[in-house]
C-alpha cells in the first residue's frame, strides 16, 4: 500500500520529517519511534523501518507498538512495586527447591549481619545454629554437599 508519511503523522510531529529523510539519503536506513494517527483519529505509539531503495523511494515497515508501551509500563509498575516490598519489609530470605538463597533483603543483612553477595547461592541452613536445624520442606530437593 502507497502512502505518504503525512498521512498517518500527527501534524504535531510532521516538522521531523525533513529530517528523518535526510538520515535516510545519508545512511541509507532509519529507525524511529512516533506517535501516529489511528483510523479512529486517536494517536498510537508507532516504530517505522525505512531503507533507501537509491531510486528516489524509500520503503518502510510500521509496528504499533501499544501493546509494547502498555508492557513496559506494566513493568515499570511491577517493578516499583517490588522494590517498595523489599524496601519496607522486615528481613526476606527467598529459597529454591535446590535449598539455595536466591533473595537477600537488606534487613536481612542487618538481621544476620552478613552481605547479601556472601549468602546468595548458598543453603539457607547456615545461617541457623546446628541445634535449631529442622528437616528441609517435603518438597524441597536434597541439599548438595
Known amino acids: 500500500m502507497l502512502f505518504r508519511s503525512a498521512d ?4 504535531a510531529r510532521r516538522g521531523r520529517i525533513p529530517e528523518i529523510v535526510a538520515e535516510l539519503v545519508d545512511t541509507g536506513w532509519s529507525r524511529y519511534q512516533t506517535r501516529a494517527l489511528h483510523g479512529d483519529g486517536s494517536e498510537v505509539p508507532l516504530e517505522v ?3 533507501a531503495l537509491g531510486d528516489g523511494t524509500f520503503h518502510g515497515l510500521c509496528r504499533d507498538m501499544t501493546a509494547w508501551v502498555e508492557a ?3 513493568l515499570a509498575t511491577s517493578e516499583a512495586r517490588y522494590a ?17 538463597i536466591l533473595l537477600f533483603t537488606h534487613a536481612a543483612e542487618v538481621m544476620f549481619g552478613l552481605a547479601a553477595p556472601k549468602v ?10 546446628t541445634p535449631f536445624h529442622a528437616a528441609p520442606h517435603p518438597t524441597a530437593e536434597p541439599v548438595p554437599p
Open 8 to 11: 498517518f503523522v500527527s501534524e
Open 49 to 51: 523501518t525505512a531503507i
Open 72 to 74: 513496559e509500563q506494566a
Open 84 to 100: 517498595s516490598i523489599l524496601g519496607s519489609a522486615e528481613a526476606i530470605i527467598t529459597v529454591n527447591r535446590q535449598q539455595r
Open 120 to 129: 546468595l547461592g548458598t543453603a539457607p541452613h547456615n545461617l541457623i545454629p
